[in-house]
């Protein structure tokens, strides 16, 4: 695999927090009638999140990894981003905003091979010298200043974001929905998968499991925490913004072959967004007590 360019390569020598760039997530609304909407008046009953929707990298900041010395293949790879996830992702939220009031779509403006935004600080995925068979040269031997400059500038505005945005809505008088949307690939270590649409819950399994009572039908095979669970720290970010204000919360894992066309992520949406309107009618009924 090739080094970095003399441009990109990592640097070495720490840089003042100050001088860094904010990578804040960036946010898209769907009024009640599923239109795209910029005011931050509408009352939307769900949250949408794509923490994997991108693969770009900060070529122009070495501080932050460049192109962490990857060739155009891995950037591709599903090992960059979650391959679908944002399509799906914003498909998901307009199809829901006509039954919830409104949608807001977070989705982050970075590779998940620079800061990995659904794992804390010190979890070894965050920043990985190896994701799965492919080595990352930019992260190798980083530094605890290293560590903490990408921290401050991907993870805590991405996560400043996705709070300020619940935040509003709760002081708006409403508990919104979180909905994490991510893929998976159809091939692990050699291992077919012949799940296609996984549903995995953290603590709180209310909104999960009102997901699986309705899924059957929709055309896909629905499997729970698969192939993923809550045991393999993938539930960081509903986590940390559902937990503390006892949010409906669940995470959605689409497997990637099913939505790496626009097409794809058109179809998968149309068989997702009626388990999920139904599944948060149902929750309502018994909503999690106020913080």
């Known amino acids: 695999m090739p080094q970095p360019t003399a441009a990109a390569r990592p640097s070495t020598s720490p840089v003042p927090a100050a001088d860094l760039p904010r990578f804040p997530g960036i946010v ?11 005011g931050e008046d509408d009352t939307a009953g769900v949250v949408v999140i ?7 990298l900060p070529v122009e900041w070495p501080a932050l990894g460049g192109d962490l010395g990857l060739d155009a293949a891995t950037r591709d790879a599903h090992v960059a981003w979650d391959i679908g996830a944002l399509g799906l992702a914003r498909s998901i939220a307009a199809g829901l905003a006509p039954g919830t009031g409104g949608a807001v ?9 620079v800061y990995d935004l659904n794992r804390a600080p010190d979890h070894p995925g965050a920043m990985p010298a190896r994701s799965e068979v492919f080595e990352v040269p930019g992260n190798r031997d980083l530094t605890p200043a290293q560590r903490l400059g990408r921290t401050r500038a991907l993870y805590l505005p991405f996560h400043e974001t996705l709070r300020a945005e619940i935040a509003r809505l709760v002081a708006l008088g409403r508990r919104p929905a979180l909905v994490a949307v991510h893929s998976f690939t159809p091939v692990f270590h050699g291992a077919l998968r012949a799940v296609e649409f996984g549903v995995i819950h953290d603590d709180d399994r209310t909104l999960t499991d009102a ?41 959605l894992e689409i497997r990637n072959d099913l939505i790496a066309t626009e097409a794809g992520q058109r179809k998968i949406a149309a068989q997702l967004v009626p388990v999920l309107a139904r599944a948060l009618q149902d929750v309502e009924a018994a909503p999690c007590r106020a913080s």
């Open 211 to 251: 997901v699986m009572a309705a899924a059957p039908g929709c055309g896909l095979e629905t499997r729970l925490n698969e192939p993923y669970s809550a045991a393999g720290d993938v539930t960081h970010t509903i986590r940390l913004h559902a937990g503390p204000l006892k949010l409906h919360n669940t995470m």
């Open 28 to 38: 898209e609304r769907w009024d009640a009638a599923a239109r795209p909407c910029t």
């Open 50 to 56: 794509c923490e994997h929707a991108s693969n770009a």
């Open 105 to 113: 779509l977070v989705h982050a403006p970075l590779s998940r091979l």
